[in-house]
């Protein structure tokens, strides 16, 4: 453990640059709350420490132990996500509803747009699909830049990017082809027709790769790093196989009403037309599970409280939205070290023990 460096700590801090950045942090705050209750929303807070945590596969919760009355220590785990506990909420008739929380992701890198310990703003609206979401997103965005730069217009680097709604909307289907030229329909259709593709753009994908990983080798090669650099852009109908907790396009349930945003190279938000059919999310759940087990990860029980609310849920759309990448944006900020008092470098090295 590297201790903590007050003297380079308080350099880094009294630095006029780093004020100025901070102090636009907390009026983006302050716009984003202002934004929702405008919108009629009422803020919530949930629970940070859970017995349950999320199972998405690719995320690694972090633990910790709470002691109940009979002394006896019980396991908990900080969450990836407030998205549990907020359905639970519109289960019980609450909606719309906002949460800005802090949200704890182990495993990955401290570096660019990642700290282990992040603030997240999560939305949902009842009655309504990802296409409000769309919208919500993009006035959300215009509103907060515009209020603390003056303008929709904000410069992230080296670029001019206008946030102003009218954002791009492109489905994932249409940036394969255009980014990668790689007719994805047809690849769900077909797998091993998709991997022939995929190793014909210069990748190597082991025999018996799974469709999500072939996917994912292209897509965060040729397509990812393109999305939102001249504009933001929506990225939306993902493979139902990356359905996650989204509901299956009615019309073509191959893909999933899953939406993601990019703006300025960062990917800001997550969000899907919530599913609400607790067996087909039993099912979803316990697959993930599996997966987890496959991968050596944490195997956890299903929160069944949570698969309860899922079937009491009325038809919603939610969406997770990374504030700390807002704050990077907005203040052309190179990365998530230069928007938090106290990025996860300030005390643990990554090379020391």
């Not at 704890?104 to 699909?129: C, I, K, V």
């Not at 040729?222 to 990356?242: A, I, Q």
């Not at 009325?314 to 990448?325: C, M, Q, V, Y």
Request: aromatic residues 10%.
């Amino acid at each position: 453990m590297s201790g903590f460096d007050f003297k380079k700590w308080l350099a880094s801090r009294r630095a006029p640059e780093f004020r100025a950045r901070m102090e636009k942090r907390a009026a983006v705050m302050g716009e984003v709350r202002r934004f929702f209750r405008d919108c009629g929303f009422l803020e919530c807070e949930t629970p940070i420490m859970v017995q349950l945590p999320g199972m998405e596969p690719n995320l690694s919760p972090m633990r910790t132990s709470v002691r109940p009355q009979d002394g006896t220590p019980r396991e908990a785990w900080l969450i990836t996500s407030p998205e549990y506990s907020l359905k639970k909420l519109l289960a019980a008739g609450y909606g719309p509803i906002f949460e800005i929380t802090r949200a704890f992701r182990d495993g990955e890198p401290w570096s660019g747009a990642h700290n282990p310990e992040f603030t997240m703003l999560e939305w949902y609206r009842p009655q309504a699909d990802y296409r409000a979401l769309m919208t919500d997103t993009e006035e959300m965005v215009a509103a907060v830049a515009t209020a603390v730069t003056g303008s929709p217009r904000v410069t992230h680097r080296g670029r001019t990017l206008d946030v102003a709604p009218g954002w791009e909307r492109l489905t994932v289907a249409e940036a394969m082809e255009r980014h990668a030229g790689i007719d994805l329909a047809r690849g769900i259709d077909d797998p091993e027709w998709f991997a022939a593709e995929v190793r014909a753009c210069g990748l190597d994908v082991p025999a018996g790769e799974s469709f999500d990983d072939t996917f994912f080798r292209i897509f965060l090669r040729d397509v990812e790093p393109k999305l939102g650099l001249e504009r933001p852009v929506f990225l939306y109908d993902y493979p139902r196989s990356m359905a996650s907790l989204a509901r299956l396009k009615a019309d073509d349930p191959r893909f999933a009403e899953r939406v993601e945003a990019y703006a300025g190279g960062l990917e800001l938000a997550n969000g899907f037309s919530e599913l609400t059919d607790a067996a087909e999310q039993r099912r979803r759940l316990t697959s993930e599970r599996e997966e987890r087990a496959r991968l050596g990860r944490q195997d956890f029980a299903l929160d069944e409280a949570f698969l309860a609310a899922v079937g009491q849920m009325p038809p919603s759309a939610g969406i997770a939205f990374g504030l700390d990448r807002l704050v990077m944006l907005l203040t052309d900020a190179p990365s998530i070290r230069e928007v938090l008092f106290f990025p996860a470098e300030t005390f643990w090295s990554q090379t020391e023990p």
